[in-house]
């Protein structure tokens, strides 16, 4: 088996409320979380960062529907604000995890993939240029 890329570090369950997921998303990504999100409608998504506003989801359970109405919330919302959609799941089971799958994850549009897709070749591209 190959070594676990260190971008999964610190991906191994976390535990709490949803304003504790908040938080933990705010202080992993350097943004911050929006008090009241989910109370007012003027409060928009759970986190917000320079370039994208996030969407929180848990559940105790092994699994989670997403729903068409919580993708059309979040991207509406950070279009209106200028910035990328993004929902972050926890699958907070009491199941035993695997470490290297770990239980939060992150959805993006497909075209903000590609984009990061394409920042990570010119970063690679440069670093085999430099050598």
């Given at each position: 088996?190959s070594?676990?890329?260190?971008?999964?570090d610190?991906i191994?369950?976390?535990?709490?409320?949803p304003?504790?997921?908040?938080?933990r998303?705010?202080?992993?990504?350097?943004?911050?979380?929006?008090?009241g999100?989910?109370?007012?409608?003027?409060?928009?998504?759970?986190?917000?960062?320079?370039r994208?506003?996030v969407?929180?989801?848990?559940?105790?359970?092994?699994?989670?529907?997403?729903?068409?109405?919580?993708?059309a919330?979040?991207?509406?919302q950070?279009?209106?604000i200028g910035?990328?959609p993004?929902?972050?799941i926890?699958?907070?089971?009491?199941?035993?995890?695997?470490?290297l799958?770990?239980?939060?994850?992150?959805m993006?549009?497909?075209?903000?993939?590609?984009?990061?897709?394409?920042?990570d070749?010119?970063?690679?591209?440069a670093?085999?240029?430099?050598?």
């Amino acid at each position: 088996m190959s070594a676990r890329p260190r971008s999964l570090d610190g991906i191994i369950a976390g535990t709490g409320s949803p304003r504790a997921q908040e938080e933990r998303i705010a202080a992993r990504i350097g943004g911050r979380r929006v008090p009241g999100s989910g109370a007012s409608p003027y409060a928009r998504g759970d986190v917000k960062e320079d370039r994208y506003l996030v969407e929180a989801k848990q559940t105790a359970k092994d699994s989670m529907r997403v729903t068409w109405a919580w993708l059309a919330k979040i991207t509406r919302q950070a279009v209106g604000i200028g910035r990328v959609p993004a929902l972050a799941i926890e699958l907070r089971s009491g199941a035993p995890r695997d470490p290297l799958v770990g239980s939060e994850w992150v959805m993006l549009p497909l075209g903000e993939f590609e984009r990061l897709l394409e920042v990570d070749r010119d970063a690679r591209g440069a670093q085999i240029a430099r050598r």
